[in-house]
């Protein structure tokens, strides 16, 4: 057995993660039609290389990735372009993005694709990023960071551990072990994938002890050999135990502050979604197009994991579902923890939609008035980053932002754990994110500012210069004239003395 | 649009009203050993506490503009009574319970803005005002040893604490007795051994034979429930305690003559309410986990000096109330370590 480490904090939350795993992945309709965010992914934004009217084919590229944080976007199914416009998209402000909208054909045809099998162990590991980079993967356990950019070692020549997160720690979420089931060949097949791509020493599977399913299922699918190399590893259940650094500290004992990457420690960590589907982009060398999002609550009927087409709406999804829509108070992408709230259910489903969850009435808070702080602490015995929830609360209301850094409101993960237990029902994460985003905008303010100070500062440099190079310029022009002036006197004088001379010469000689 | 609702989306597993009704169950014990060994008294001044908190709270929600409902439901108010009545002589003039309690609402936790915003903790604010101000009536104890049945009816009980009757033939002297803390302040100041204390005064007869100790077990136990239902946590009073045990042992081992022995600290007096159910009042205690080990050190220190070397037989309600302005110092210096943040070097 492996030595965990703990950290500190956390809380046991009820799963509700049997309720969708009733059944096994439903392949789900292929809409009317998908919209695709050209933004689905951290970094820049894709940009279209369609236009309105052309006819496309299933997983051809419809948006190019921008710059380097960047990922293509790939047609959901064939069809036409029937529009490129702002449409509502799931983003926690609730506001709207450029989409494609594909009307499907129901043909659902593949762009031309070879047969020919590739082994990725002769492949480049810079040749096999950009495949991934091109196959539009990005992280799938929400984040969405493109893959390709995790892939790189960097200036390392390898990395020690790579960990592949199938913890999914947030309640009613169970794409991840639903897939650790149905999917696990694809997964072992990106895992290895992604270890050659990264020359790592080894592979590390996270799972939570609440999935005994996954973890058996998944280790059946491995073989003898593929032991060797990866190691399931079960870890206690307590949320967040899947966000990454938490996830690193309990497998390897290392804690990572705000501002480090894993990869500074020769650690690289994925998403089981994100492998299998880097397995799909590599050995079938299909883009991504689809993924598992579970589709769950008490205002579904039929909860359970969908295999969906990326840009189908919600609501299409919902319905598949069997939505109760009078039961349903609040749908929520993602977890209840971490989640968000979703206005128009008509947002396509993104590369990071990983659950659409249901709330029913009778499961959102009951009283919202929040009561004063009473300093009970069990916000910072609950913090899994060790922080004082309640002194940051203090100093973000009070907008005292310089001291809201020197707590270390940016160490904070947002994960709801302090909002979850605070008898006071003080909206405790909303006030850290609130201040986020001030000191954000501060800086934001600060850097145009600076920059226009440096640029009021240059032009003053710049008048000043030119005033003094005039200056000089004048001065030298004095000097010759005067040098000029005086050559002329000294000439005349010399003259003068020349002709004196001459006369006196001339005296002398009469 | 209508407006978002942010994460997380569930409901409240916890509340106010739940730690304080906790609180107040946990009180229940200790309460029934008080009656058993003491009289009626606690429930006459319990009554005027709670009936003069619950009024002065109104009052001042609806000067202050605030929701009375929310706040009148936390149960905080009540807290504050019974732990008033608990620090209380049984019997004493009705005034005296409703002046602390009207000190402990209106000025010791309103005027600085209410629950959540008071520095000192309430309810020794206001006992400690009524120990200053009228301390022969603070020292009105009654027997506790020979009280079972009690030599005081309810109607007694009542009639003196009203109207200032006393039953016919006995006298206020004769009636109240001193507190074993109080006795050894007394006497070993005027030259007493702890032994020839311990002969000749009927408060003691040794452990759980008088009233106090069985009182303090009950807080024991109900501070041990507490800790199990995470409404308080385990620092404080361990701090606390366990600083009490260790002076008073160092004095004992010194000189058993003039220092009663640490088990007699630590069951006698205010220790274990205190401990348990006083200091650990979250809104004017240190708040991280190391500041509270520190400010029940504190505490702990403060009552035994007081105990041993004030004019006060006890020392907890000062010593709560010291440490109370010393939190934002301890709170600031005893931040925790954040996650990541010991290998700062790798930044």
New interface residues.
């Given amino acids: 057995m492996r030595k965990l480490f703990s950290f500190h904090g956390g809380i046991v939350l009820d799963g509700h993660k049997r309720m969708s795993l009733q059944e096994p992945i439903i392949t789900a309709d292929i809409p009317e039609q998908l919209v695709h965010a050209v933004h689905q992914h951290i970094g820049e934004p894709a940009y279209p290389i369609v236009e309105v009217g052309d006819t496309i084919l299933t997983g051809q590229m419809i948006a190019q990735a921008e710059g380097y944080i960047s990922a293509p976007v790939h047609a959901g199914s064939s069809g036409t372009v029937v529009a490129i416009e702002e449409r509502s998209i799931a983003h926690p402000s609730g506001m709207q993005g450029l989409c494609i909208v594909i009307e499907t054909d129901g043909k659902d045809q593949w762009i031309e694709i070879s047969d020919e099998i590739e082994d990725y162990k002769r492949m480049d590991p810079s040749y096999l990023r950009n495949l991934v980079r091109d196959a539009g993967i990005v992280g799938l356990g929400g984040a969405g960071f493109p893959s390709f950019i995790k892939l790189n070692p960097g200036a390392r020549s390898s990395i020690d551990t790579l960990i592949l997160n199938g913890a999914e720690c947030e309640p009613y979420i169970s794409c991840d072990a639903a897939l650790l089931i149905d999917g696990a060949r694809d997964i072992i097949d990106g895992l290895l994938i992604m270890r050659h791509a990264l020359q790592a020493k080894q592979c590390l599977v996270g799972i939570e002890d609440n999935k005994p399913e996954s973890i058996k299922a998944f280790e059946a699918a491995l073989t003898s050999q593929e032991k060797t190399i990866i190691e399931v590893i079960t870890i206690p259940t307590l949320y967040p135990a899947g966000s990454e650094k938490q996830l690193i500290k309990t497998l390897t004992g290392i804690s990572l502050a705000a501002k480090q990457l894993p990869i500074h420690h020769g650690i690289v960590c994925h998403n089981v979604g994100t492998a299998a589907a880097v397995g799909h982009a590599i050995r079938k060398k299909r883009p991504l197009i689809s993924r598992i999002v579970t589709v769950t609550g008490d205002a579904v009927d039929r909860p359970g994991n969908y295999d969906v087409r990326l840009g189908t709406p919600m609501i299409n999804l919902l319905h598949q579902a069997e939505l109760q829509s009078y039961k349903m108070e609040r749908l929520v992408m993602g977890g209840p923890m971490m989640g968000f709230e979703i206005n128009d259910t008509d947002s396509p489903v993104l590369k990071t939609t990983n659950c659409l969850l249901t709330i029913t009435e009778e499961q959102l808070p009951q009283n919202t008035h929040a009561m004063p702080c009473i300093r009970c602490g069990e916000c910072n015995h609950v913090c899994p980053a060790n922080l004082l929830p309640q002194q940051l609360y203090w100093h973000a209301r009070a907008r005292d932002l310089e001291k809201t850094q020197s707590y270390n409101l940016f160490d904070c993960i947002e994960c709801g754990c302090c909002t979850y237990v605070c008898p006071s029902h003080i909206p405790l994460v909303q006030y850290y994110r609130f201040a986020k985003t001030e000191i954000w905008a501060q800086e934001l303010d600060k850097k145009k500012s600076d920059h226009a100070r440096e640029r009021h500062e240059f032009n003053l440099y710049r008048t000043e210069r030119k005033k003094l190079e005039k200056e000089q310029a004048r001065r030298k022009k004095q000097e010759q004239l005067k040098n000029s002036q005086k050559d002329e006197v000294a000439a005349a004088l010399a003259r003068v003395n020349s002709k004196k001379a001459q006369a006196e010469e001339k005296d002398n000689r009469e | 649009?209508?407006t978002?609702?942010?994460?997380?989306?569930?409901?409240?597993?916890?509340?106010?009203t739940?730690?304080m009704l906790l609180v107040i169950a946990a009180m229940i014990p200790a309460m029934i050993a008080y009656v058993w060994f003491f009289g009626w008294g606690i429930l006459i001044n319990a009554v005027l506490c709670i009936a003069t908190a619950l009024s002065c709270e109104i009052a001042m929600l609806k000067l202050r503009h605030r929701?009375v409902m929310?706040?009148i439901t936390?149960f905080?108010a009540l807290v504050t009574a019974l732990l008033i009545a608990f620090a209380l002589p049984p019997i004493l003039p009705w005034w005296l319970p409703v002046l602390a309690t009207s000190f402990a609402i209106i000025i010791a936790k309103h005027l600085y803005g209410?629950?959540?915003?008071n520095p000192f903790n309430p309810a020794m604010a206001g006992y400690v005002v009524l120990l200053i101000a009228f301390p022969k009536q603070m020292t009105a104890w009654l027997p506790a040893n020979s009280n079972q049945p009690f030599t005081m009816t309810f109607t007694e009980n009542l009639r003196y604490n009203f109207f200032g009757e006393l039953p016919s033939n006995t006298s206020y002297d004769l009636l109240t007795q001193a507190t074993p803390l109080d006795v050894v302040e007394v006497q070993t100041g005027l030259g007493l051994s702890i032994e020839q204390i311990e002969s000749s005064f009927t408060q003691f007869s040794g452990y759980f034979g008088v009233g106090w100790d069985w009182v303090s077990l009950m807080f024991l136990l109900g501070g041990l429930f507490l800790i199990s239902k995470?409404v308080i946590?385990w620092q404080i009073p361990v701090a606390m305690i366990a600083t009490l045990a260790v002076l008073s042992s160092i004095a004992y081992l010194l000189d058993q003559q003039t220092n009663p022995d640490p088990l007699f600290h630590v069951l006698g007096g205010a220790t274990m309410i205190g401990a348990f159910f006083i200091a650990t009042d979250?809104?004017t205690?240190s708040?991280?986990?190391r500041g509270?080990i520190y400010y029940g050190i504190g505490i702990g220190v403060i009552t035994y000096v007081i105990r041993t070397w004030g004019n006060y037989p006890d020392g907890v309600a000062f010593g709560v109330l010291l440490m109370n302005i010393a939190v934002p110092t301890i709170?600031y210096y005893s931040?925790?370590?954040?996650?990541?943040?010991?290998?700062?070097d790798?930044?």
Wanted: no cysteine; net charge positive.
């Fill in positions: 649009m209508n978002l609702h942010t994460s997380p989306h569930t409901n409240f597993t916890n509340s106010v739940r730690m929701p929310p706040f936390d905080s209410g629950l959540g915003y995470r946590t979250p809104i205690a708040t991280t986990p509270r709170d931040q925790p370590k954040v996650f990541g943040h010991a290998n700062k790798m930044d």
